[in-house]
């Protein structure tokens, strides 16, 4: 099979959760409470760390076709689930976690699938083209979501927007991707991480996400609840911050194969990512061009980021280190656990927008764990 139905799956399921990414949180705070948001994200990222540890046994006996197709299900039920519900806090919640958790397992398996169709020396740009079709999904969610909201806060709507996204989702897993041979089985996790470098890089993997927790869950409320900027506002900020996931990550992720490895670019992306997350803490303007340039620029550095992690971590392992994988995957909802759960006591302590600023000096700690990678080139 031809890597291009793997890469309309990863832009169609990317679109599903990118519609709701930046209003969840405000979702959620409706039912539960602003401040125990962070408990209800760390609740799903349980689940789906457990979803993704149960998925390892799956993935070494079965091909990819029919967990995926369960999962595209699972997901779809779940967002005519928000859409449709409109009291019972509990089963929305409940439909909440469904999503999110399908979201994240069937992305691990995605991950596989194309992993078994590439070879080590064009990693960079399969992995780029990948991270540019799903961050064009992600590119287009804000817009349409603000656009959206901007004539009422109906959440409902963005919910069902979601369910419609995952229609193609489900004609490309059931009609479009062929069964595969049963994967062979891969060497065990504990001898893989005897490498240090592919340790330190699961701890990039695990701090990127750290990142993208706090972005996701806090800076909408920060923007929304204490700025008081609309979310027609924030859909356009939003869209222009994550340009960088469209423009440059291809281009990075060749020179990555051809010119300079991925260290130093890893190295310029978690400086520019750190420097620029520091202002958001003290930056009050009601400008919306100002913090569209600042958040373009913080996106600028976690674009390089995460294109170079990828693309060092998918050459340091094959389709049979599906362990290794399932790891890397195991990082976002770990990451969502523990941020939640350290976010939740922050504020109790310190006021929102200086969450930030811990943030701002995690990413540049990233640095170190950065320094004693071995570089690919």
């Not at 076709?65 to 999962?71: G, I, K, N, Q, T």
């Not at 994967?183 to 005897?194: D, E, H, M, V, W």
């Not at 890397?328 to 759960?341: C, K, N």
């Amino acid at each position: 099979m031809p890597r291009r139905p793997i890469y309309l799956a990863g832009f169609f399921l990317t679109l599903s959760a990118a519609l709701s990414y930046y209003i969840n949180s405000s979702f959620l705070a409706g039912l539960v409470g602003e401040k125990r948001v962070g408990l209800v994200y760390a609740a799903a990222a349980g689940l789906a760390i457990i979803a993704l540890i149960t998925a390892a046994g799956p993935a070494r006996r079965f091909s990819f076709l029919w967990p995926s197709r369960v999962l595209g299900l699972t997901l779809t039920a779940g967002y005519l689930g928000l859409a449709l519900i409109t009291r019972w806090p509990t089963l929305q919640l409940a439909f909440f976690l469904i999503v999110y958790t399908a979201i994240v397992t069937l992305s691990f398996w995605l991950d596989l699938e194309l992993e078994s169709r590439s070879r080590d020396a064009e990693t960079g740009r399969i992995r780029g083209r990948y991270l540019t079709v799903i961050n064009a999904a992600i590119l287009l969610a804000p817009f349409v979501s603000g656009v959206t909201l901007a004539y009422g806060q109906n959440f409902r709507l963005i919910y069902g927007l979601g369910g419609l996204a995952t229609l193609p989702l489900l004609y490309l897993l059931f009609w479009r991707f062929n069964e595969g041979p049963r994967p062979l089985p891969g060497p065990k996790l504990r001898q893989k991480l005897a490498d240090g470098n592919l340790r330190r890089v699961l701890g990039l993997d695990f701090l990127l996400n750290l990142f993208y927790f706090v972005m996701v869950v806090y800076l909408p409320l920060y923007l929304h609840e204490t700025l008081r900027f609309s979310w027609e506002k924030i859909g356009i900020i939003f869209t222009v911050m994550l340009l960088p996931f469209v423009l440059i990550q291809y281009p990075l992720g060749w020179l990555a194969d051809r010119r300079w490895g991925e260290k130093e670019m890893m190295t310029a992306g978690l400086a520019i990512a750190g420097l620029a997350t520091l202002p958001i803490a003290y930056l009050t303007t009601p400008s919306a061009a100002v913090w569209a340039a600042l958040l373009f620029l913080t996106r600028v550095g976690a674009s390089a980021w995460e294109a170079m992690k990828e693309s060092y971590l998918f050459k340091h392992v094959t389709a049979a280190d599906r362990a290794v994988i399932g790891l890397s995957r195991l990082t976002m909802p770990g990451a969502y656990f523990i941020g939640s759960l350290t976010s939740f006591l922050l504020l109790k302590i310190i006021p929102l927008p200086h969450l930030f600023t811990v943030l701002a000096i995690c990413v540049l700690a990233g640095l170190f764990l950065n320094w004693r990678l071995k570089d690919t080139r």
